[in-house]
């Protein structure tokens, strides 16, 4: 356990559905990704925070992914118009002041 | 952009050989990592190789950075059955640290 929580641990949707993912970091990690990872493949960025400040979303995979940290904390994933394509195991990591990303253990997400 | 191959995809050994994991990345990268992943699991952070020459050892498994070469090793020794996973290398060291990741290399120690 690495002290990153992430809820729920597994989502299954019908497609065209919203969901939301959150992540809890380790406390005082001021750096938090987002990664989407399909079976077989390593895991892919998608957009991090420095405290609440999103400081790089280019690499969402479409503008139904969204993601926030309103307050520097927590962060939320959401998916908008779920497809069948957004089926993988969503990763949430952060870091402080090393430069470790620490991994929490991951939303699967199923769309049916 | 950064681009991170690995290889062998998939590695079968006996316990107590050893072999190395090969990790080559196409452009300069400040950082190179090393991660396990257990069947259904997350990722366990294993080491950080921060400079040209740098070598860290952790029980069984040792990893290299070679920044001219653009190429880190993972070697391990005398494999055990517990060793078993799927093992990442992943280059960051932009801003922002964003980590590029190579497509993993299944490793399976048989008794």
């Known amino acids: 356990d690495t002290g990153v929580s992430q809820d729920p641990r597994h989502k299954i949707t019908k497609r065209g559905q919203n969901v939301t993912f959150r992540c809890d970091p380790i406390?005082?990690?001021?750096?938090l990704y987002w990664y989407r990872q399909t079976l077989g493949q390593g895991p892919e960025f998608l957009t991090y925070f420095q405290n609440e400040a999103q400081l790089e979303k280019s690499r969402l995979l479409s503008d139904r992914f969204s993601a926030e940290r309103p307050k520097g904390s927590f962060s939320t994933l959401e998916i908008q118009r779920t497809e069948q394509g957004d089926s993988a195991m969503y990763l949430c990591a952060t870091s402080g002041d090393t430069d470790t990303q620490y991994f929490g253990p991951g939303t699967r997400l199923t769309v049916l | 952009e950064l681009k991170v191959e690995q290889n062998p995809l998939f590695l079968s050994m006996q316990e107590g050989k050893n072999y190395t994991i090969y990790c080559n990345y196409s452009t300069t990268s400040d950082r190179l990592y090393w991660y396990r992943q257990d069947p259904g699991k997350s990722l366990e952070s294993l080491f950080v190789l921060l400079s040209n020459g740098a070598v860290k050892q952790e029980g069984r498994l040792m990893a290299s950075l070679d920044t001219k070469a653009r190429l880190s090793t993972l070697h391990i020794t005398a494999a055990v059955h517990d060793l078993s996973a799927t093992y990442f290398c992943?280059?960051?060291?932009?801003?922002?640290?964003?980590?590029?990741f190579g497509g993993g290399t299944r490793l399976m120690v048989k008794p």
């Open positions: 992943a280059g960051g060291g932009d801003a922002g640290n964003m980590l590029t």
């Open positions: 406390s005082e990690h001021n750096r």
